[in-house]
């Protein structure tokens, strides 16, 4: 089989086996050297405590003041521990979507926030994107025998090291199949920096990244487009296409016998698009006036409330934790009648 004919089968087989839960330690985004961005100077992306990591092996990203979006094709149940903000949380519910690689999951006590809302249109082919992970991102580089670079292994440490990057989404897919799960899907490549279509942090996801979020920006906001879902293997020499000797732990931006040529490793994630209704229909409404996350209206939500009183920096997406309901950027009187009103019209535990 020629190189040409052998690559167009490679993209084909998305590596089932990459991103989901297993025994290799964590890894992350890999960046370019010279093209890792400066997360506290880089101000237009997400903020960081959208993205959170789902049991250590994923990621995850909110969606709601409680909920949480991901992939399914990782390990995950009610005992499953999510970190988002630096804060740990229990699984209150989920749900699995029925056939696409979609999971949601409602933390218990959650009153997240930072979330985002979802991509409703399909529109994404041509739009650049900010992806979040975490892990220790790039290893060694991968060199040819006469010294040309044309990629990095991963990281090998089990760092969490959270980091951003940016890629371009190149096109669609329907109906792409892993691990029984069938989705829809949005692709892009890892370009080499400066070079081919490449943004200004060119990125690439690695092992457990799964579920980390693909970012766009809507007006003055950033939305989810996708989440990740795999990216493309490769095979040892000699042995181009044998399912025996596939390699995963790598990221290409050029071709290994011909470094010269481009190369840009795909890579995908389920495109939310698809599943708006779906995400719409699943993710619970907020309880009015639940300011701690628990589903009820009482003298805890009180509490929040008077740690807020009289603050006048509640902007989204940090609006005082939701106690600013008017919302005009302040905690004050017509808020508090608000809350009021909320709490004696029924909202508390029976």
């Not at 041509?126 to 992806?131: D, P, R």
């Not at 669609?172 to 279509?197: C, M, P, Q, R, Y």
């Not at 950033?222 to 293997?233: K, P, Q, V, Y």
């Not at 509490?303 to 997406?317: A, E, I, L, M, Y």
Request: proline share 6%; hydrophobic share 35%.
């Amino acid at each position: 089989m020629n190189r040409i004919a052998n690559r167009a089968r490679v993209l084909l087989l998305f590596a089932s086996a990459l991103l989901l839960g297993s025994s290799v330690p964590a890894s992350a985004l890999v960046l370019h050297p010279e093209g890792e961005p400066n997360l506290s100077t880089w101000t237009d992306r997400p903020p960081d405590n959208v993205t959170g990591q789902w049991a250590n092996i994923a990621g995850c990203v909110a969606i709601s003041s409680n909920c949480v979006i991901t992939t399914q094709h990782q390990s995950g149940n009610l005992n499953t521990l999510v970190e988002i903000g630096g804060v740990t949380y229990t699984i209150d519910e989920m749900w699995n979507h029925p056939t696409a690689d979609l999971r949601i999951a409602k933390l218990f006590g959650a009153n997240l926030p930072y979330f985002v809302g979802i991509n409703e249109q399909t529109n994404e082919p041509g739009q650049e994107i900010v992806i979040a992970g975490h892990g220790v991102g790039r290893g060694n580089l991968l060199q040819t025998p006469q010294g040309k670079t044309y990629g990095y292994k991963w990281g090998d440490s089990t760092s969490r090291t959270f980091r951003m990057g940016t890629n371009r989404i190149e096109g669609t897919l329907a109906d792409s199949t892993i691990k029984d799960l069938t989705s829809d899907v949005i692709i892009a490549d890892f370009d080499g920096l400066n070079e081919g279509d490449s943004t200004d942090y060119e990125t690439i996801p690695a092992d457990h990244d799964s579920g980390g979020g693909w970012f766009i920006k809507s007006g003055d906001s950033w939305i989810l487009a996708g989440l990740t879902r795999s990216i493309e293997l490769h095979y040892e020499e000699g042995h181009e296409g044998d399912p025996n000797h596939y390699i995963f732990k790598e990221a290409w931006f050029r071709e290994r016998s011909d470094p010269n040529e481009l190369h840009g490793d795909r890579l995908n994630a389920v495109r939310i698009s698809s599943y708006v209704q779906w995400i719409n229909d699943t993710v619970p409404p907020v309880v009015p006036g639940d300011l701690n996350g628990d589903d009820y209206v009482d003298f805890a939500d009180f509490s929040v409330f008077v740690h807020f009183w009289r603050r006048n920096d509640c902007q989204w997406p940090n609006p005082c934790l939701g106690a600013d309901f008017e919302p005009d950027g302040d905690v004050d009187w017509p808020d508090l009648a608000e809350f009021a009103y909320l709490w004696l019209d029924g909202n508390r535990p029976l």
